[in-house]
């Protein structure tokens, strides 16, 4: 069970605290047992905060007579698979191209957690899903909008893939080093560069890499080429940046790795898939800052 409020909160941190320590987002592990139990229903209120855990929530006083603890385990493993596969399609039916999936694509998975059951409990459960499957004494289910079971769907998805990605965001953010520019950029680099980074984060790395084009071009415009004396190619104001020592050292480089990337990520996206990996794409970002930081010094 996970309490909140302060004495429960300060029981809980010690006794998760060593295995906590494998994580580097100590939240994310904690967040994601708290959501799991939230998405089962296992909570209430408790005073001021909230219970969570087993025998919690509007599953606690249910009838058992179909139930053990090894068949509610599995379920509760049901319920999650058919929410998880309704929240799924809703988030695919918006926000992407691709066919969402059916309700066939579960039977495989219902087959295994079915044969979990024991003997009498898959006998008895047949016994009671067959008048209902045959549409005889079904219980009229509680009348709920359809926006709102829309919404509770996709808040399920997004939170989930939210805390998936929390710990691999917190371990990408510090693994960076402060940036120390002696010359702000404008504000147009200052949000492209923000942009890059959450696209980074999250793991978007045709978007980071897209991004980091962006920003190469926006500051080689701002101090490479501010009057427009080039066509404003992106390698023409390289080369003018080169040529007035703006980039020195490896930094040139790094801006044509830049540029690569981006215009390989925009133009032909399964090759950029292909060839950058995760760790490719950190250099790509990693050589931003770096020409960022020799554009942006002070003057010497």
């Given at each position: ?13 010690v ?10 987002s ?5 967040l ?6 939230f998405?089962d229903g296992?909570?209430e ?17 249910q ?46 998975e ?13 006998e008895?459960?047949g016994q009671e899903?067959g ?5 005889q004494d ?20 997004y ?7 929390l ?7 510090a ?7 002696g010359?702000?950029?404008n ?5 492209l ?6 696209c980074y ?5 045709s978007?980071c890499?897209?991004f ?16 427009s004396?080039t ?18 050292d490896v ?5 044509r790795e830049?540029?690569k ?7 032909d996206?399964e090759?950029f898939?292909r ?6 794409v ?6 931003t ?11 010497s």
């Amino acid at each position: 069970m996970i309490r909140t409020g302060l004495s429960a909160a300060c029981d809980l941190f010690v006794s998760r605290r060593a295995e906590l320590t494998d994580h580097l987002s100590k939240r994310a592990q904690l967040l994601t047992e708290i959501l799991r139990n939230f998405n089962d229903g296992n909570y209430e209120r408790a005073g001021e905060g909230w219970s969570f855990g087993p025998d919690r929530g509007v599953f606690r006083g249910q009838t058992k007579s179909l139930r053990t603890n090894q068949d509610e385990a599995v379920f509760q493993k049901m319920r999650r698979l058919v929410y998880d596969h309704v929240a799924r399609t809703a988030a695919i039916q918006r926000t992407s191209l691709s066919s969402p999936p059916t309700v066939d694509s579960l039977a495989d998975e219902f087959k295994k957690l079915m044969d979990e059951l024991r003997p009498e409990t898959r006998e008895a459960l047949g016994q009671e899903l067959g008048p209902i499957a045959a549409r005889q004494d079904a219980p009229i289910p509680e009348a709920v909008p359809a926006a709102e079971d829309q919404l509770d769907a996709l808040d399920r998805y997004y939170s989930e893939e939210i805390l998936e990605k929390l710990d691999g965001m917190v371990s990408r953010a510090a693994a960076l080093d402060r940036m120390g520019l002696g010359i702000v950029p404008n504000q147009k680099v200052q949000v492209l560069f923000d942009e890059a980074h959450r696209c980074y984060l999250y793991g978007f790395h045709s978007a980071c890499a897209v991004f980091c084009r962006a920003i190469l071009e926006g500051a080689l415009k701002e101090v490479a080429d501010p009057r427009s004396e080039t066509n404003q190619s992106i390698h023409d104001m390289i080369a003018v940046a080169v040529e007035k020592r703006l980039l020195t050292d490896v930094r040139p480089r790094c801006a044509r790795e830049v540029a690569k990337a981006g215009n390989r990520a925009i133009h032909d996206p399964e090759m950029f898939e292909r060839d950058y990996s995760a760790e490719k794409v950190e250099e790509i970002l990693l050589n931003t800052r770096k020409v960022l930081e020799e554009l942006y010094r002070l003057p010497s």
